[in-house]
């Protein structure tokens, strides 16, 4: 387990990423992350779906436009005000995964992307309980969360040196790694069973080198990113396929985990 810190606290940090980007269009590319993973998550247009930190919308969009019954919140009021402004037919609110205002036993699927791990290890125990009491028995979750490994390490170092480092006493918690082992860990314990667990690439780490993009993400565009995926060109596809053959949980940036909740 490995905390990262920035120089600003979590919220403050989401309030201005959501602020600096437009609001999502309905994700395209259904066979990256995290469309191709929620869509193997729900079953059915008619079961009630919860996305759990809905955050711009790009996946609440894409089922809400193809008439599945979802809502979402987030704890981001700016992004939910955007969103409604966006779509006012998109039910959404915002809401904090340590204390949810839903009734119990009522949601079929949850989908949970980049959500945890903006949590400190008492919270997310908190969180996985909430998120365990408002799911159907055999409701079933698919949630996304930062891997402790090689790849975040480069990463969390990258972004320090942009920055300049930072002081000890500016430093606050921004997100938790968790290796996979520890990840099934806390989600057994909040009384779930778990049916997957998935090194995933979101952002592979070869395109952070502008060198290694597809020729339409050459300047980063976060929006654009988030749409289509973050694309890499032939090059940096066969670079970032071999070292994730070789070595897919050091070369992954997440894991993606699917569990339902039992009867017992």
């Not at 606290?9 to 994700?27: F, G, L, P, V």
């Not at 759990?52 to 894409?62: D, P, Q, S, V």
């Not at 055999?138 to 930072?166: E, H, M, P, W, Y």
Request: proline content about 2%; glycine content about 6%; hydrophobic content about 35%.
């Amino acid at each position: 387990m490995r905390k990262t810190f920035r120089k600003n606290h979590n919220k403050e940090y989401w309030q201005k990423r959501w602020s600096a980007i437009q609001i999502d269009e309905a994700q395209e590319d259904e066979t990256s992350y995290p469309l191709k993973y929620a869509l193997k998550a729900v079953h059915s247009s008619k079961e009630a779906i919860l996305e759990a930190g809905c955050g711009n919308g790009r996946i609440l969009r894409y089922f809400s436009e193809r008439g599945y019954n979802i809502e979402g919140f987030d704890f981001i009021e700016d992004a939910i005000t955007n969103l409604k402004k966006c779509d006012s037919e998109l039910r959404v609110k915002v809401g904090d995964i340590k204390n949810l205002k839903y009734k119990s036993s009522i949601f079929d699927c949850i989908l949970a992307f980049g959500l945890y791990h903006n949590l400190e290890e008492k919270d997310l125990v908190t969180a996985i309980n909430e998120t365990v009491r408002i799911m159907k028995v055999k409701g079933r979750i698919c949630a996304s969360f930062r891997a402790d490994n090689f790849q975040n390490r480069v990463n969390d170092f990258l972004t320090d040196r942009k920055s300049n480092r930072i002081n000890k006493s500016d430093k606050r918690f921004h997100k938790l790694n968790l290796k996979a082992s520890e990840l099934v860990d806390f989600f057994q314990e909040g009384g779930f069973e778990i049916d997957d667990i998935l090194p995933v690439e979101n952002m592979p780490i070869f395109y952070k080198f502008k060198i290694f993009r597809f020729k339409t993400h050459k300047v980063f565009n976060e929006s654009l990113g988030r749409k289509e995926g973050y694309k890499l060109n032939f090059l940096g596809k066969i670079f970032q396929g071999i070292l994730f053959k070789i070595c897919p949980h050091q070369f992954c940036n997440i894991y993606v985990l699917y569990a339902h909740k039992p009867k017992n």
